[in-house]
């Protein structure tokens, strides 16, 4: 039995409220995410793939990983899609100090702000492994910040499952306003490399459209 939900509880949408779970809208949107990057053994690919199919996504970076890759940083925004704040140094907000927690996401902050070039526009926040506590998560969004969370988890993290069981997670739950979580991670890249082209290739065909998290 996993230990996480591919598929977002109602109850628990209803219980955080506050977070972003999914977007709902009549237009059959749905928004790509991805966690840990930037990551020049996955990224790079990561991008290619959306660029074949003029999809823009959304990117949550990790603060650490845009001051070692700053070109590749850059490149995720000048091919348009949206920057998100995933802490400096991903850290758990559950085994973090919130004064520690707040700093490491203001630290990550900075280094978004050192490398754009152009207004990214709404700021958003992901917090890694999805951990965070009620006081930082208030805190976090005093600093302007949307808290956003996922309605579809393909899993790629988890070595234990098959790419195919990584694209089922995403194909079996997805729907018009789901938010999908996909990571550009040396660690994910094996299920990512299987299920992404796959998932991009049936949402298309469903006739969904893709859009970025504001």
């Known amino acids: 039995m996993s230990y996480y939900w591919v598929k977002t509880r109602s109850f628990i949408k209803k219980i955080f409220f506050n977070y972003v779970w999914d977007i709902p809208n009549a237009q059959n949107k749905i928004y790509l995410t991805f966690d840990d990057g930037p990551t020049p053994e996955i990224t790079n690919w990561v991008l290619e793939e959306l660029q074949k199919n003029n999809i823009k996504a959304s990117f949550f970076c990790i603060g650490n990983n845009i001051e ?6 850059q490149k995720i925004i000048e091919k348009g899609h949206k920057i998100g704040n995933h802490t400096f140094n ?3 907000g559950w085994k973090t100090t919130t004064e520690a927690y707040i700093e490491n996401t203001k630290q990550c902050e900075e280094s978004i702000a050192q490398f ?3 207004d990214l526009g709404s700021k958003i926040f992901r917090p890694p492994y999805g951990k965070i506590k009620t ?3 208030k805190i976090i969004r005093q600093l302007g910040y949307k808290i956003i969370m996922w309605d579809v ?8 499952i098959t790419p195919q069981q990584c694209l089922e997670n995403v194909l079996s739950n997805v729907k018009s306003g789901s938010v ?9 890249s094996k299920n990512l490399k299987f299920a992404l082209p796959k998932t ?15």
């Open 68 to 73: 070692n890759h700053p070109d590749l940083f």
């Open 90 to 92: 991903h850290w758990n």
């Open 116 to 118: 754009k070039t152009t």
């Open 135 to 137: 006081a930082q998560a």
């Open 153 to 160: 988890l393909s899993a790629d993290f988890d070595q234990t």
């Open 180 to 188: 999908i979580v996909f990571h550009d991670s040396i660690k994910a």
């Open 200 to 214: 991009l290739q049936y949402l298309i065909e469903k006739g969904f459209a893709f859009d970025l998290v504001e």
